[in-house]
């Protein structure tokens, strides 16, 4: 299958959310993904998250990682993918830290959404970051990450994406490329929620498979339409290909 193709596809399929841009609805598909990210909580209906005041008592949706809060509390939350994953958000020391207890349950997907953002955003920021449960921080220049492999013998890149600046849009349109050794790769197209200017998990796919034991290059370019644009360079760590993947497949061929 042509890469480009692809990617259109991908995104295409990532563009069935909600009417309305807010509601949470199922990311871009990933290894783990089995449906859509209800963020909400176990305690009981409280207050819409606020991104700049501090909360005091658990929001109704999940918070992020990082998010000002006031006092020492816990908020449990039903984890939307799979079953028995215990995951909370604890308010220590003026910030929310998350908690997920569960054996390789991947980072939640992120929330597609049907009306991007049209206008332009004048002085926006644009950055990327590593997925997980810590709070948002941007990739250092020459960071060593580990690949991701797909069900479908794809290995992919993963990151979250924020935005800052004055009136931040809730839904926006993020293209990202990451080349791999040289090699460039086809742009991957979304549209994508944002919380507090922040996303969950995003991904691009990597044009070769990193099968080789050694360090392989990468160069990110991720931009948000109307708001800016971020590129840099990080160092895959190659080898340990799951069986059946070959290091020069590239993207699979659908015949």
């Not at 963020?39 to 918070?63: F, K, L, N, Q, Y």
């Not at 990082?66 to 079953?83: A, I, M, R």
């Not at 049209?118 to 002085?123: F, I, N, Q, R």
């Amino acid at each position: 299958m042509n890469r480009l193709l692809l990617g259109v596809l991908l995104g295409a399929l990532a563009a069935c959310g909600d009417d309305d841009g807010t509601t949470a609805d199922s990311g871009p598909p990933g290894p783990a993904d089995s449906g859509p990210s209800d963020m909400s909580s176990d305690t009981g209906s409280g207050p819409p998250i606020d991104c700049d005041a501090p909360a005091t008592e658990c929001p109704e949706d999940a918070p992020l990682a990082g998010l000002p809060c006031e006092g020492t509390f816990t908020c449990p939350y039903e984890y939307p993918v799979g079953g028995g994953i215990e995951w909370s958000f604890t308010c220590r020391d003026g910030r929310f830290e998350e908690m997920l207890l569960c054996g390789g349950c991947a980072p939640l997907p992120s929330e597609s959404c049907r009306t991007p953002f049209e206008g332009t955003l004048g002085g926006g920021v644009v950055e990327i970051g590593p997925v997980g449960t810590e709070a948002f921080r941007p990739f250092e220049d020459g960071e060593r990450i580990r690949p991701e492999f797909g069900a479908q013998g794809l290995t992919m890149f993963f990151f979250r994406v924020r935005v800052d600046g004055e009136d931040l849009p809730g839904c926006v349109t993020v293209s990202a490329s990451a080349s791999l050794d040289g090699v460039p790769s086809a742009p991957s197209v979304y549209p994508v929620k944002l919380r507090c200017g922040q996303s969950l998990r995003v991904f691009t796919i990597y044009p070769t498979n990193p099968c080789e034991f050694r360090d392989y290059p990468v160069r990110f370019e991720v931009s948000v339409e109307g708001v800016g644009q971020t590129s840099g360079d990080l160092v895959l760590e190659g080898g340990m290909c799951p069986r059946g993947i070959e290091g020069d497949a590239g993207v699979p061929d659908a015949g």
